[in-house]
Every structure is written in C-alpha cells, then in structure tokens.
C-alpha cells in the first residue's frame, strides 16, 4: 500500500465514522395516538427526539379527524406507534395511505391480553364467559380480531409492561446505538408496572363494594385485573348524546344492583350525573384515562389516578 492509498483509506474511514456519529446523533421524530403512549416513549427517548401526541383534550380517539397538521406529521415519522386499530379508525385509515410508514400497532404485541368489545348485555356475563368469547374471536377470526377487542389496553399494568417492551424493541432496531439505555429504562418502568400491579392487588383484596356503572365503557382491562364489577354504561363512545331514556335505564341499574359509584370523564355534562346520582347513596367521579392531565403525566401518575379515583368512588380503605 503506497502513501495515497493509506490516506485515501484512512480519509474513507473518517468519513464513514462521521456519518456514523451523524447519523446517531439525528433526533427521532415519533408520532402517537394518545398521550399515554406518549409518555412511555417520553421515558425511553431524549429530549432531542420529537413526539406527538395526535390525540388531545380537544378531541376523543373514537371520532378523531385528521386535520392536515397531522397528516404531515404521521409522514414525516420516523416511527408511528398505535394502541389498536379499532381505538381510532380515522388514524388506521389514514395510515393505509402513507405507503412508507414504520408503524407499531401495540394490540399486535406479543403477551398482550385482550379482551372482547362488551355491549350492555356482556355486563351480565361471567369474566371466564368474555374471555372464552374473547379467544374465540382471536382464534376463529384473526382478521377480524382487532376490530372486536377492547381498545383501552393500556388501562391495565401487565399489558402496558408489554408496550413497553414492543416500544424498546423497535426505538432499538432505529437506533441501534442507544439500545443499552432503552433496555434499561425498560426494565426499571416494568419494575414500575409490578410494584403497581401488586400494591393495586394487595389493596382490592379488601374491597367490600366493588359495583360501578360508567358513562364511557373505558375501563374493562382495569376492572378485570383487579376484580371491579361494571354493571352496565351508556356508550362505548363518549360523543354518542344519550337520552333521558338510556339515562333512566342506567339509574335503575344502579338502584337494583346496588352500584356505590358512576365513573364519569372530562366530557360527560354534570346534568347527567345529576340525574344519576340525585336521592342515591351513590358517588361520582370523574376519570381521565388518556393521561391528559397534568401536563407532566406519566404513566404511571395516570395508572395511580385511574386507581385512587376508582378507591375513592368505592370507599376502599387504602391505609
Ligand atoms: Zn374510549
């Protein structure tokens, strides 16, 4: 090798070097359904990397319309990350026109539990009859599974222990150079997740009222984890109107059933849960799953809120 093939190599090395330092210090740019999501990835990522969060308090996943803003984000994405297809059919049809897009569909998750889409009559059914229904549907149907699951995974610690790993996975193959970080912050947020899990358990096991009735049908994945009893709810959509017949309907649920608290949400007009709770021994509270609120919600401010709300709706004693 003569003098100018050494310095073209080496010029050649240093440029690949370059690209490389280049190329691990290029921010990520990733585009998320709802702010929960956003803040796992807000856990794992820097503060160099970009998230958005297409879903705000201005509007609900279930009847969310895209306006141009998102449209240019979900192209411009490095990684698009989507709890379930049926959680906001708007944004999975608008992804089917963005041919390049990298998208993580959290429901597909390896270890994710789903359970089925209830209407009024499945809260009357068995926890085992809707998780038989549940795998029968899984089983039977894949291509028509994840329109019939429950779309609120992540109101339940184990499954969100699962997102955090599909999230750590993928941030890794983008970029392989920070995989040792995601890998440990995944684990210390699934140590997270499992001290949850087991203060909620340890907690609940005392429970002696444990009947609820809600407004948006949101909080299954949390009910079946810790034993909750919903005895019915108005929509599976909260921009459904409801009318003063279906209102009547859940009040005499509540009166027959013995039902100790209505589980509401930032929408839901206080007229309702006037006419639900007058002259009952029955309390309200007011729910905020997407972790909209604060500002600085993480997951699992939003988890402990979901589970202090559902304690003091149910007069748990948590001393
Ligand atoms: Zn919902």
Redesign the pocket.
């Known amino acids: 090798m003569n003098a100018f093939q050494a310095i073209a190599i080496f010029t050649c090395l240093m440029l690949t070097t370059l690209q490389q330092a280049y190329a691990k210090s290029t921010p990520l740019n990733i585009v998320v359904d709802i702010p929960f999501v956003a803040s796992l990835v807000e856990e794992m990522v820097g503060t160099e990397d970009s998230i958005v969060s297409l879903i705000n308090e201005n509007n609900s996943?279930?009847s969310f319309s895209l306006r141009p803003r998102s449209v240019r984000s979900l192209q411009g994405a490095d990684l698009i990350i989507t709890v379930a297809e049926s959680l906001s059919p708007n944004i999975t049809q608008a992804l089917s026109n963005i041919t390049d897009a990298r998208v993580l569909n959290l429901a597909g998750a390896p270890g994710m539990l789903h359970l089925p889409s209830r209407n009024q009559h499945d809260h009357n059914a068995s926890i085992e009859e809707l998780e038989k229904a549940s795998q029968r549907a899984l089983a039977n149907e894949p291509e028509l599974a994840y329109t019939r699951i429950d779309p609120?995974l992540w109101l339940n610690p184990l499954n969100v222990g699962v997102m955090v790993q599909a999230i750590r996975d993928e941030l890794s193959s983008l970029d392989p150079s920070r995989a040792q970080m995601f890998e440990q912050t995944a684990e210390t947020m699934r140590d997270n997740l499992r001290q949850f899990d087991e203060r909620q358990k340890n907690l609940w096991s005392n429970a002696t009222d444990r009947n609820f009735v809600s407004l948006?049908d949101?909080t299954y994945y949390f009910e079946y984890q810790y034993q909750l009893i919903s005895k019915g709810s108005l929509f599976a959509d909260?921009h459904t109107p409801a009318g003063v017949q279906q209102l009547k309907a859940l009040k005499s649920i509540i009166k027959t059933d013995s039902v100790r608290c209505v589980v509401t949400d930032a929408n839901t007009p206080q007229a309702w849960v006037n006419t639900l709770t007058e002259g009952l021994d029955v309390s309200s509270v007011s729910i905020d799953i997407l972790g909209l609120y604060p500002e600085d919600a993480n997951y699992i401010t939003t988890l402990n809120h979901l589970a202090d709300s559902f304690a003091k709706c149910l007069r748990l004693s948590t001393e």
Request: aromatic content about 0%; charged content about 0%; proline content about 17%.
């Open positions: 996943p279930h609120h948006h949101a909260t």
